[in-house]
C-alpha cells in the first residue's frame, strides 16, 4: 500500500509528554478504492438485496430464499477504506496512533438512489513502546496469513477473524493480550443464537511469531475464555458458565517469488473466533449448563506470479463443528468449503485489476444445504 506522508511538530499534550520540547510527529494516510461488481448464483434463491451475503461470503448466510431468483449481480465500493497514523517519538519512547474506517457490512442505504453507507471503525488503538491497547486483529489471528482473494475475508470458515478492543503486551516475538469476552450459545433443543456479554473474565490470548532460514513465517497462537451466560432468555434465568480454548498455526512460505499461506485451528468454544461465527460457542443441555461446542477449521493459499504485473492464487479452506444434536437439534450449521481461483494485473504497483471465481458449500446437521457460486470483478487503486 502506497502513502502519502508529512512531517510536523505537535505540541499541546505531545509538548507536555516530551518534558516541554518539541516531539516530531510523522503522520501518514493510506488506505485505498475498491470497486466490486459481482455475479452470484446462489442454489436456493439469492436473499433480498443489502444482505450481508450479497456483499461478501459469509458462511452461514448463502442458504438462501426459496422462491427468489438464484441469479444476481451487485455493485458496490464498500470495501473502500482509509486510515490515519501518527507515530512520535517522545524521549526515546515510540507512540503511535492508528485509525482505520470503510463501509461494510451496514445497511442503511439503498440501491435506488443514493448507494450511500456508514462509516465503520475497522481499527482504534493507541501503542506506547511494547504496549497496545484499542481496537484492532485479535491476536489469536495472523492477518499477515491471509491470502491474497478479491472477496472481502477470503477463505472466511478456514481462519480466526475478528477484531476488538484489547489491552496487548509485545516483547521480542511474544505477543500476550486480554481481550472484550463476548458468549455465543445455542438453546438447548435449537433455536436463535444466544449472545451474552455477561460475565467480568476477558479472553486471554497468547502468541510466538517465529521464522525460519528459507524466508518463511510461523505463528502459533493460544486461546484460554470463559463461556458465561448470566440473564434472563424469554422466561428461564441463566447462570452458568464453562471452558473454552483453542491453538492456531499459521505461516507464509516463500517458494521462489511464489508463496504458500495456511492456518490451521482447533479448539473447544471457539464460536465467533472461528468462520465468522459459522457455529456458537456452546449449548445449554437440559439442566441450563454450557457445553462447549468443539470445532477445527482451516485453508491453504497458492500464489503464484506469472510475470511482474500478473498473478493468480488459488485457495481452498473448510470448517467443521462436532455438534451434539442431542443438545443443539438439527438447524445448526455442521460444515462449510469454499474454493477461490483468481487472476491479477497490476500495471502500476498502487493499480490492480482483477476477477475471482469461488464457490462456497454450507451444510446444517439435518442435511439442509446451500451452495453459492460467485464471480467477481474488481478494480482497487492504493492510495
Not at 458449500?361 to 451452495?371: A, H, I, Q, T, V
Request: net charge negative; hydrophobic share 35%; aromatic share 14%.
Amino acid at each position: 500500500m502506497r502513502k502519502q506522508k508529512l512531517s510536523l511538530y505537535v505540541a499541546s499534550a505531545l509538548l507536555a509528554m516530551s518534558g516541554g520540547a518539541h516531539a516530531a510527529t510523522d503522520m501518514t494516510f493510506g488506505g485505498y478504492i475498491k470497486a466490486d461488481v459481482m455475479f452470484s448464483d446462489y442454489g436456493n434463491g439469492a436473499p433480498e438485496s443489502g444482505s450481508l451475503s450479497r456483499q461478501f461470503y459469509v458462511p452461514g448466510t448463502i442458504y438462501g430464499t426459496s422462491g427468489n431468483g438464484q441469479q444476481v449481480v451487485d455493485f458496490q465500493a464498500r470495501e473502500s477504506r482509509f486510515n490515519f497514523k501518527t507515530v512520535t517519538d517522545v524521549d526515546g519512547h515510540k507512540l503511535t496512533g492508528f485509525i482505520e474506517l470503510d463501509f461494510m457490512t451496514h445497511t442503511d442505504g439503498n440501491e435506488r438512489v443514493s448507494n450511500s453507507y456508514s462509516p465503520r471503525i475497522r481499527h482504534a488503538f493507541v501503542s506506547y513502546d511494547n504496549w497496545t491497547v484499542g481496537q484492532t486483529w485479535t491476536t489469536f489471528q495472523n492477518p499477515g496469513a491471509l491470502p491474497e482473494n478479491l472477496d472481502f475475508v477470503g477463505a472466511a470458515e478456514g481462519t480466526p477473524f475478528v477484531r476488538q478492543s484489547q489491552l496487548r503486551y509485545t516483547s521480542g516475538n511474544w505477543q500476550f493480550s486480554i481481550e472484550n469476552p463476548e458468549t455465543t450459545v445455542t438453546p438447548f433443543g435449537g433455536g436463535g443464537r444466544i449472545t451474552s456479554g455477561s460475565g467480568v473474565v476477558p479472553d486471554f490470548v497468547g502468541r510466538y511469531n517465529f521464522s525460519a532460514a528459507s524466508g518463511s513465517a510461523f505463528s502459533v497462537a493460544a486461546i484460554v475464555r470463559q463461556l458465561d451466560l448470566e440473564q434472563v432468555v424469554g422466561a428461564t434465568q441463566y447462570d452458568t458458565s464453562e471452558l473454552g480454548y483453542g491453538v492456531s498455526f499459521a505461516g507464509v512460505i516463500p517458494l521462489g517469488k511464489d508463496d504458500i499461506k495456511f492456518t490451521a485451528t482447533y479448539g473447544e468454544g471457539l464460536g465467533r473466533y472461528m468462520a465468522l461465527n459459522y457455529a456458537n460457542a456452546g449449548v445449554l443441555d437440559s439442566n441450563g449448563e454450557i457445553q462447549a461446542i468443539k470445532s477445527y477449521g482451516g485453508f491453504v493459499a497458492y500464489r503464484h506470479w506469472w510475470s511482474e504485473q500478473w498473478r493468480s492464487s488459488l485457495t481452498v479452506s473448510g470448517f467443521t463443528a462436532d455438534n451434539d444434536i442431542a443438545l443443539t437439534g438439527g438447524a445448526v450449521n455442521k460444515e462449510a468449503y469454499s474454493g477461490y481461483v483468481n487472476l491479477l494485473y497490476s500495471p502500476s504497483k498502487p493499480l490492480t485489476f482483477g476477477v475471482e471465481y469461488m464457490h462456497a458449500l454450507n451444510e446444517r446437521e439435518d442435511g439442509f444445504d446451500g451452495d453459492l457460486n460467485r464471480i467477481i470483478f474488481s478494480a482497487k487503486y492504493a492510495i
